[in-house]
């Protein structure tokens, strides 16, 4: 598995929080129905389904680094039709033919290191007029859980991009966009003990932490990890963008 790669499947069984950050999202994105709209990080689909049923009459861009994640989209929305399937990498420039009305996006941009070459590449698919609405890890993200990660391990360290407000906004205005509305939000997020927060470790959060150990070492490093948490919870922040691409 490469390192834009994921395990799909897990994580569509078990990506209950970001899809529900989704659904808190796409509720920020006004939409007539229309639109063609790009899902910049699509997943394994769960939050593009929602985003599909809110353009009955548009089509969505679904878009991801991953081919398992795509692979696994497929499955959910392939007959569903109206989708467009890239597989791409946010940071560089994106193999979209033509604009399209509104970018979406949520847990994708903290994965992309450029965020000066993330906003420059969605400012050129997007229509002059056109909507950013996202929702990505933010400044303090998950510091119980590194703090675990340096308690069982002090030479692996976290290598996600968790910005402020401040910084995104003025890469955001830089990029093209204005109306830029940026904030943080905590998010705790319980989960229950044991397994499921060994796994949802393993597969989302420590990714990058555990990729080259055999899997029964992948597990045992963030049931370790797990076991120096305060408490069952992964203590979320979430950095919120509200913007639009310039009137040409």
Known sequence: MSRDDWDAATYDRIADPQTRWGAEVLDRLELAGNERVLDAGCGSGRVTELLLARVPRGSVVALDASPSMLEEARKRLGRKGRVEFVEADLGRPLPIDGPVDAV???????????????????????????????????????????????????????????????????????????????????????????????????????????????????????RAVAANLPRPELDYVRLNILAARAPA
């Open 104 to 222: 979406f996006s949520t847990a994708t941009f903290h994965w992309i290191d450029d965020h000066e070459a993330l906003f420059r590449n969605l400012a050129a698919v997007v229509r002059p007029g056109g909507r950013l609405v996202a929702q990505c890890g933010g400044s303090g993200n998950l510091a119980s859980v590194w703090e675990a990660v340096r308690a069982v391990d002090p030479t692996r360290s976290t290598t996600k991009r968790f910005e402020g407000p401040d910084d995104t906004a003025r890469r955001l205005q830089a990029a093209g966009f204005v109306e830029v509305l940026v904030w943080l939000t905590d998010a705790p997020t319980p989960l229950e003990p044991g397994e499921p927060l060994e796994t949802f470790l393993a597969t989302v959060t420590l990714r990058h932490h555990v990729e080259g150990l055999p899997p029964d070492e992948r597990l045992a490093f963030a």
